[in-house]
C-alpha cells in the first residue's frame, strides 16, 4: 500500500525533448472494484461524471483564446489497488497558471452548483446507447476480446455480468441515477489528501517554471465570481429545408459480389454492399478527384478541411452539433488531400437519416465561426512553436525522410509556426465549397447492415439534391517523386542511446494484380526472415519489420521499406546483415518454406478480410479509382496461390535496386 498524505506531495521534472508542459494532479482514491450491483452502479455514476466534466473542458477550446492546448479530468484506475481522479492540462506557451486554473475553475464550479439535468440526460443517452450497441454485436465478438475478458474476471478478482445481464442492469439502474447522486461526487473526488501534483516540462522553460509553493497556491486558490454553467440546448433541426429530391437513373446489380450499382438524376454514382458482418454498422465513403494540387496556396489548401470543420454546420457549432448528435451513432468527416476531397464515415442503421443530413449539410452549409476559428489558429501556431523549440527526435527523423521521399518539394516539407500566419480564412473557405461544389464528379460507397431498398429513398432525398455541375475533374500530378539512386542520411538528435534506421526503397512499377501480390509476399517472407536472423539470432533489435506498398496513382509506383531500433554502436553491423538478406533474396530467392508460409497465411487472413467491411470498403474505393472491376477481388485466392519462389525472387530483382535511402536516427553524441 502507499502510505496516506494529508499534505500535497510536488515533483516538478524537465527533459530536453519533452516539448510541452503537462501538469497532473492526481488524487488518490480507493479501488472500486466491481463486486457487486452496487458498485456497478458507482461505476456508471463515474463515467456520467468523467462525460460531463470533459465536455464542459472540451467546450473551453471553443473559444478565440484557447486557456489550454488539452484540458482534462476524469476518475481512473491508477496502480495497484487504487484508482485516481485526474485533472490536468497540456499548458501553451507560459501559460501554466492560465490553464490550470481554468481546469480547476471548472471543477469548482461542478461543486458548487452541480451539473444540469439536461447534461446528465445527454450522458445518459450517450452511455447507455454504447451498452445498446455493444448489445447488438454480442454475436459477432471476437473470441480475443472474450478471452481477455475471462482473464481479467479472474486475476482482477472482479465480478464479470456478461453483456446480457450487463444490459439488463443498465436499462433497469441508468433511469435511477439521480442528479443529486452524480453532483455528490465531488465530496470524495476533490479532495486534498492523497493528492500529489506533477509537472513534466522541456529543459529549456526550466528557469520560467513556477515554484512548489506557486504550484499549490494556483491549486488552492478559490475562484472567483464563478456563475452557474448555462446549457445551450439544441433543439432546431440539422436541415431547415431542402432543395427538391433527386431520382435514381440507373440500376446495376453485381451479383458476384453481393454489390449494386446507382446513378441519380444528379449525376453521383453509388456502390452499396449490404452485409452481415457486424450488426449495429454501416460505414460510407464518398470521394472526388481534385484535392488540394489544383491550388497554388497550399498553405491555406492543406489547413482548409481541419479549418473549416472546427466551425460546425448550418446553424450548429461544433458544440452544438456534439449536443445535437448526443445518443446516435453517426460519424461524417469530410476530407481534402493532394489528390480528392470527400466525406467518410460510419452510422447505425437506426441513426442512417440523421447521417444522410448531416453528409448533405457537411458538404452544403459549412459554419463560420470566427471565435473558434482564432482559437484553432492560436493552438496550432502555439503547438507548432513548441515543437520547433524542443523538437522531437522521431519527429525530425520522420520529416526528414518526408523531405526525402518527397525530392524537397515545398508540398513535403515540414510546417512551420510562420505558415499559420500566411493562412487565408477567406479563401479557405472558397477552396471548400469550391471542392464539394459539384455533385456530379462523386462516387459513394456504404457497407454494411443495410437493405437496398431501405436506402434507396435517403440517397435520392439528400445525395440527389445536393447541387451539380455535371463536369468531371481528374486528379493532377504534381511530380513529386522521392530523390534518386543511393540516398544516405544521419540525422543526429536526441540524448537517449538508442537509434533507428530505415532502408526505402522506391521506383516505378506496372500496377497489376501479380505484381501486388508478390510484392506483398517480398514483404511477409522478409519478415520472416528478418526477426529470424535479425532479432531472433543477433538479438540486436527493439523492433524490426518490413513495409510495402504499391499504387497507381498518380503514377504506377512502389515503395518498400525496412526499419529496426537498435543501440547505437550496433547499426552498420545490423545495417549490413540486413542488406545482405535483401541481397540473398535477390540472387537466390525466398526458401520453399517461408514461401508456403506466406500463402497459408495469406490464405487465412483474406477469410477474415472478406468478413470485414472496413476491407470491403478500402477495396471498392481502390478499384473505383484505379479504374478495375471490384469482381477482381474474387481472384485473390487464385492468385495466392500463384506465388512461388520464382515469381517472388524475379519481383524482388527489380523493386530490391538501385533507388534507395538510408536513413539513420543517432543520438547527438554521436555526430
Not at 501554466?96 to 439536461?118: C, H, M, P, S
Not at 513535403?412 to 477567406?426: A, E, F, G, H, L
Not at 443495410?450 to 440517397?459: A, C, N
Not at 485466392?637 to 520464382?646: A, C, F, G, P, Y
Request: hydrophobic share 35%.
Amino acid at each position: 500500500p502507499i502510505p496516506a498524505n494529508s499534505d500535497t506531495k510536488v515533483a516538478i521534472v524537465t527533459d530536453k525533448e519533452q516539448p510541452y508542459t503537462i501538469v497532473q494532479i492526481l488524487t488518490r482514491l480507493p479501488e472500486l472494484k466491481e463486486k457487486t450491483f452496487a458498485d456497478t452502479r458507482e461505476k456508471i455514476k463515474r463515467s456520467l461524471f468523467n462525460q460531463m466534466i470533459g465536455s464542459r473542458l472540451r467546450e473551453l477550446t471553443q473559444r478565440a483564446d484557447p486557456p489550454f492546448q488539452n484540458g482534462f479530468s476524469s476518475t481512473s484506475s491508477f496502480v495497484g489497488t487504487y484508482d485516481a481522479y485526474v485533472s490536468g492540462v497540456v499548458a501553451k506557451t507560459g501559460g501554466i497558471e492560465k490553464g490550470l486554473k481554468a481546469v480547476l475553475d471548472e471543477n469548482a464550479r461542478v461543486a458548487k452548483f452541480g451539473f444540469t439535468a439536461t447534461e446528465l440526460e445527454r450522458a445518459k443517452q450517450n452511455f447507455g446507447s454504447d451498452v445498446e450497441r455493444r448489445l447488438k454485436e454480442k454475436d459477432k465478438t471476437s473470441s480475443q476480446t472474450l478471452a481477455m475478458e475471462y482473464m481479467y474476471d479472474f486475476v482482477g478478482d472482479e465480478t464479470s455480468m456478461g453483456i446480457d445481464s450487463y444490459a439488463t442492469f443498465v436499462k433497469a439502474e441508468l433511469p435511477g441515477i439521480t442528479l443529486e447522486e452524480v453532483n455528490a461526487l465531488p465530496k470524495t473526488l476533490l479532495t486534498k489528501e492523497n493528492r500529489a501534483v506533477i509537472v513534466m516540462a522541456p529543459e529549456k522553460e526550466k528557469a520560467t517554471l513556477p515554484t512548489q509553493a506557486q504550484l499549490l497556491a494556483w491549486i488552492d486558490h478559490t475562484p472567483e465570481n464563478l456563475t452557474p454553467y448555462v446549457d445551450e440546448v439544441v433543439s432546431k433541426s440539422l436541415l431547415t429545408s431542402l432543395p427538391k429530391a433527386g431520382k435514381i437513373t440507373a440500376e446495376k446489380p453485381l451479383p458476384e459480389i453481393n454489390a449494386t450499382e446507382l446513378t441519380l438524376s444528379n449525376g453521383i454514382k453509388v456502390a452499396l454492399k449490404p452485409t452481415d458482418f457486424k450488426n449495429d454498422e454501416i460505414l460510407f465513403t464518398g470521394y472526388s478527384f481534385g484535392g488540394t494540387a489544383l491550388y497554388d496556396d497550399f498553405n491555406t489548401a492543406r489547413f482548409t478541411n481541419n479549418l473549416v470543420s472546427q466551425g460546425g454546420v448550418a446553424d450548429f457549432s461544433s458544440t452544438q452539433l456534439r449536443k445535437y448528435l448526443t445518443g446516435k451513432a453517426v460519424n461524417v468527416s469530410t476530407f481534402i488531400n493532394e489528390t480528392a476531397e470527400g466525406l467518410s464515415g460510419s452510422f447505425a442503421p437506426k441513426d442512417a437519416e440523421t447521417a444522410f443530413q448531416l453528409m448533405h449539410a457537411r458538404l452544403t452549409l459549412p459554419r463560420k465561426d470566427e471565435a473558434v476559428i482564432q482559437g484553432f489558429l492560436t493552438n496550432l501556431k502555439d503547438e507548432l512553436e513548441q515543437n520547433q523549440a524542443t523538437p522531437n527526435p522521431q519527429n525530425v527523423f520522420r520529416d526528414t525522410l518526408t523531405a526525402v521521399m518527397g525530392g524537397y518539394h515545398p508540398r513535403r516539407m515540414p510546417v512551420k509556426p510562420s505558415d499559420v500566419d500566411k493562412i487565408n480564412v477567406q479563401k479557405a473557405y472558397q477552396i471548400y465549397r469550391e471542392r464539394f461544389a459539384n455533385a456530379s464528379d462523386f462516387t459513394y460507397f456504404f457497407v454494411g447492415n443495410f437493405k437496398v431498398e431501405e436506402l434507396k429513398p435517403l440517397l435520392e432525398k439528400y445525395l440527389g439534391s445536393l447541387p451539380s455541375q455535371n463536369k468531371k475533374e481528374t486528379y493532377t500530378d504534381l511530380h513529386i517523386r522521392p530523390l534518386e539512386g543511393q540516398v544516405s542520411k544521419s540525422v543526429f538528435r536526441g540524448i537517449e542511446q538508442k537509434a533507428s534506421a530505415q532502408f526505402i526503397y522506391s521506383g516505378a512499377l506496372p500496377y497489376t494484380p501479380e505484381n501486388a501480390i508478390n510484392l506483398t509476399a517480398i514483404k511477409e517472407i522478409l519478415n520472416i526472415k528478418l526477426v529470424e536472423e535479425i532479432r531472433e539470432k543477433e538479438s540486436g533489435v527493439y523492433f524490426i519489420g518490413a513495409s510495402a506498398s504499391a499504387f497507381k496513382l498518380p503514377e504506377p509506383r512502389y515503395t518498400l521499406a525496412i526499419s529496426y531500433g537498435t543501440s547505437p554502436g550496433r547499426v552498420e553491423e545490423l545495417a549490413t546483415k540486413t542488406l545482405d538478406l535483401l541481397e540473398h533474396l535477390k540472387t537466390t530467392g525466398p526458401s520453399q518454406t517461408d514461401v508456403d508460409k506466406f500463402k497459408m497465411e495469406s490464405k487465412r487472413q483474406l477469410e477474415l478480410q472478406l468478413k470485414d467491411n472496413q476491407y470491403w470498403m478500402n477495396h471498392l474505393v481502390t478499384s473505383h479509382q484505379y479504374g478495375q472491376s471490384p469482381q477482381e477481388i474474387l481472384q485473390q485466392m487464385k492468385r495466392i496461390d500463384q506465388v512461388s519462389k520464382e515469381s517472388v525472387q524475379s519481383l524482388a530483382k527489380k523493386v530490391l535496386g538501385s533507388n534507395c535511402v538510408k536513413a539513420f536516427l543517432l543520438p547527438e553524441s554521436k555526430q
